[in-house]
């Protein structure tokens, strides 16, 4: 194997591939990042830490076809050092050894290539397609609402639901709901109930259609059968292990809103006032009561010797006064997922029941259960 790399280009993709290979020593060989260089069909990088894989496609000039293991940290740190503008990467024996066109020369130990597992092409022939800024703007509305120590259980993904052109995503972790939904091209038929995609799955995919190669008019294809969930975008193929185990029926947890008038807020006043107001709460008692009432809305925050915090926005609002108390990262981290000029409605609840709250531009719903006062 011996190809001729520009290494500005080629670490931004080996870079995202590195970022799957595993770091633990459950697998010596998994710890390199896999590339096999053919000149009919160009270059190849391969990564897995067994949950996780990703094949990513690299322009390079090839020389000679062949496969080799790339030694992830090593080879980062030549990427990212060197002053060369080209750099010549090649397999002899049991090393890469990599020239430049001036005065580096580097030789870096590897294993054989031969352990490593193939990662095969999408191939799938029934599947979802959606623009990729679309599915990464669902993605973040999601992510953050999944539940963080059970990252291998239901609750620790986001689940997918995709009938026809409809897609939902959605996370919760039990004391909050976020759902997205949208729409996309559904090819030979592809449905999807309750398929849950691992989180970390699709913080690797949102990394990958930021690469500088996506275009901004770029699709991703979407397929998630048996026990994998597969994504495709471009030259960018992303593989993983589905969860399983029973998801809640998510629908059945969204409060019922058609007879209520709900108050609009924008994003932005809102999510500052928030944490102005969180100023002074505690790791004790991080509640902070919201007040709606006659033309304003009243933030307060409290903590054993942490002080007091007062915080009022302007509001239309005319009805009875109310008070919620909410943990303030619950409604920060939905009002961080949109942008600073979208407008909110919270629909109030009759009691300490869950919250619903939309966001303007449709399709998106959070779901969030107050704290007791």
Known sequence: MKIHINPKDFS???????????????KPVLQNVKIEADKKTGVV????????????????DVVKNGTALLPKERLLKVLDLTREETLTLEFIEDKIVINGE????????????????DI??????????????????????????????????????????MTGQNISIVAT???????????????????????????????LLNKALDDKSIGEDADVKM?????????QCQ????????????????RNIIPETENQTPVNVECDPLLSAIMQAQVTTSDHDPGVNLTFEKGKLTLQGEGKERGNSKIEVP??????????????????????????????SIYLPPDNDPTKITADDGGYVYVVMPMSS
Not at 18 to 23: E, G, I, M, P, Q
Not at 103 to 109: G, I, M
Not at 235 to 250: A, H, M, N
Request: glycine share 4%.
């Open 12 to 26: 931004s993709k080996f870079r995202l591939a590195a970022s799957v290979a595993t770091s633990r020593d459950i």
């Open 45 to 60: 990088l391969q990564a897995t830490d067994i949950e996780v894989a990703i094949r990513v496609h690299v322009d390079c």
């Open 102 to 117: 001036d005065k580096e020369h580097y030789a870096l130990d590897t294993m054989f290539p031969d352990e490593f597992p």
């Open 120 to 161: 095969e092409e999408f191939k799938e022939i029934a599947y979802h397609m959606i623009p990729a800024k679309t599915l990464q703007t669902m993605i973040d509305r999601t992510i953050f609402a999944v539940d963080p120590d059970n990252v291998k259980y239901a609750l620790g993904g986001v689940c997918f639901d």
């Open 173 to 203: 972790d039990g004391k909050r709901l976020a759902w997205q939904e949208s729409t996309g091209d559904c090819i030979n038929n592809h449905t999807v109930e309750m398929g849950i995609a691992s989180a970390r799955t699709l913080q």
């Open 223 to 231: 397929a998630i059968t048996g026990t994998m969930v597969r994504f």
């Open 235 to 250: 030259d960018i193929t992303l593989f993983s292990r589905r969860i399983e185990g029973r998801y809640p029926k998510w």
């Open 315 to 344: 509001l239309v609002f005319s009805d009875t006064p109310k008070t919620l108390k909410f943990d303030p990262k619950f409604l920060t981290d939905f009002l961080k997922a949109l942008d600073a000029h979208a407008k909110v």
